[in-house]
C-alpha cells in the first residue's frame, strides 16, 4: 500500500505514541485490552509526524498468534510505528482463511517498489528441509537481496535468520538430535550493543528448534557477530554491520503458553517431543508456566526500534542509497 510520508518530529518528552494496526485485525483488540497503545489508521492520519515503516513477513502457520506476538513488542515504545503485513506471493498458507490473508496481507511482488525503515523475518516449519528446497526459496532470496536497497534494518528470527545467514555468508544448519526446547540461559557476551542496553548479565530465552548454527564458524566469516549465547543450546542473538541486519535464532516475542501449545500440538499427532525444559513449575505439565523473558524481549525489541529511529533517513527514500 502506497506510504504517506509527512515531517518527522520527535515525540514530546514522555509521550507514548502507540503502533498503527487496522481496527479490524485480530491483534488491536488483544493488544488494546493488554494496556499496548494502539491507534486506528483514522486517527493516525491526523497527527503530524512520519511513522517508522515496519514490515512483517510473516512465515508462521499461526499468522493470527505471530502477527500479534511481534505487534505487542514493537508497539510498546514511545513511537508510532505503521506495520505492515507481507507474506511470500505465490506461497497459500493452510492454516490461515484466505479472507484473512486478503483483509491484511501484501504479497512482496507488491510492495517491492517501496522501502520500509525495519523488516522482520519470521521463523519457519521448514528446518528439516535443506534451504534450497524450501518452495519459496527463490522469492525469499530475491526478498533478502531487497532489504539491501530498501530496508534501513532487518531482523531475521530462528529460521529467518538461519536463511539470511547462510545466503549472505554460507554458513549452514546442522540438524540436532534431539529438539531444543524449553527456556534456557544466555549470557550477554557483548554488553556495550546497543542493542543489549539495559540487559542483565543472563537472560532466559524460550527456545524451539530442530537445528543449529554453530558459533565457531558464525565467528568465522569476520563480519558477524554473537551478542547473546548459551552453552546449552549455542549462539542466539547475532550483529551483521555489513548486511544491516541482526539475527535471532530463539523466541523472546513468546507468549506464556506458547511452548506449551508446542509442545500439546506435538503429542496429539505422535511427534516425539521432550518436555520443555525449565518452563514448567517443577518441570510438571500439570502446572502452570512462568515467563521469565518478557522484560527483556521489550528491551530487545525496543533498543531495535531506538536504533532504527536513531540512524534510519529522513527521508524514506533515502533508504539504502548510502
Not at 514493537?74 to 498458507?93: C, F, N
Not at 524449553?182 to 542496553?197: A, I, M, T
Not at 517443577?282 to 536504533?307: C, D, K, M, Q
Request: a negative charge; glycine letters at 6%.
Amino acid at each position: 500500500m502506497p506510504v504517506k510520508i509527512r515531517s518527522v518530529q520527535k515525540p514530546a518528552e514522555g509521550r507514548n505514541l502507540p503502533i498503527n494496526i487496522p481496527e479490524t485485525l485480530p491483534a488491536y483488540d488483544v493488544l488494546q485490552s493488554e494496556g499496548v497503545m494502539v491507534l486506528s489508521e483514522t486517527l493516525a492520519e491526523r497527527q503530524d509526524i512520519r511513522p517508522l515503516q515496519i514490515g512483517l513477513l510473516n512465515l508462521m502457520p499461526k499468522k493470527i498468534s505471530t502477527e500479534t506476538q511481534f505487534a505487542r513488542l514493537i508497539g510498546a515504545t514511545p513511537l508510532q510505528i505503521q506495520l505492515t503485513l507481507l507474506r511470500m506471493t505465490e506461497h497459500q498458507p493452510k492454516t490461515t482463511s484466505a479472507e484473512h490473508m486478503e483483509a491484511f496481507y501484501e504479497p512482496f511482488q507488491k510492495v517491492k517498489d517501496h522501502k520500509f525503515d525495519g523488516l522482520i523475518i519470521t521463523g519457519a516449519p521448514v528446518e528439516h528441509l535443506p534451504f534450497e528446497e524450501v518452495t519459496y526459496w527463490e522469492e525469499l532470496s530475491e526478498v533478502m537481496d531487497w532489504t539491501k536497497t530498501n530496508v534501513h534494518s532487518t531482523l531475521g528470527v530462528c529460521w529467518g535468520g538461519m536463511a539470511m545467514i547462510y545466503h549472505w555468508h554460507g554458513v549452514d544448519k546442522y540438524m540436532l538430535k534431539s529438539k531444543a526446547f524449553g527456556c534456557f540461559h544466555h549470557r550477554n557476551l557483548c554488553p556495550n550493543s546497543p542493542y543489549l542496553r539495559g540487559f542483565s548479565d543472563e537472560c532466559i530465552i524460550p527456545v524451539s528448534r530442530w537445528t543449529e548454527m554453530r558459533e565457531s564458524e558464525i565467528e568465522a566469516t569476520g563480519r558477524l557477530k554473537v551478542l547473546l549465547g548459551s552453552d546449552e543450546v549455542g549462539p542466539c542473538f547475532v550483529e551483521d554491520l555489513s548486511c544491516r541486519a541482526l539475527y535471532i535464532f530463539n523466541h523472546f516475542e513468546y507468549d506464556s503458553d506458547t511452548l506449551r501449545e508446542e509442545y500439546e500440538r506435538d503429542m496429539s499427532v505422535g511427534i516425539p517431543t521432550n518436555l520443555p525444559l525449565n518452563y514448567f513449575q517443577g518441570n510438571n505439565p500439570e502446572f502452570p508456566a512462568t515467563n521469565r523473558w518478557r522484560s527483556h524481549g521489550h528491551l530487545l525489541y525496543g533498543n531495535w526500534i531506538n536504533e532504527i529511529y536513531q540512524s534510519t533517513p529522513f527521508e524514506l527514500s533515502e533508504i539504502g542509497q548510502s
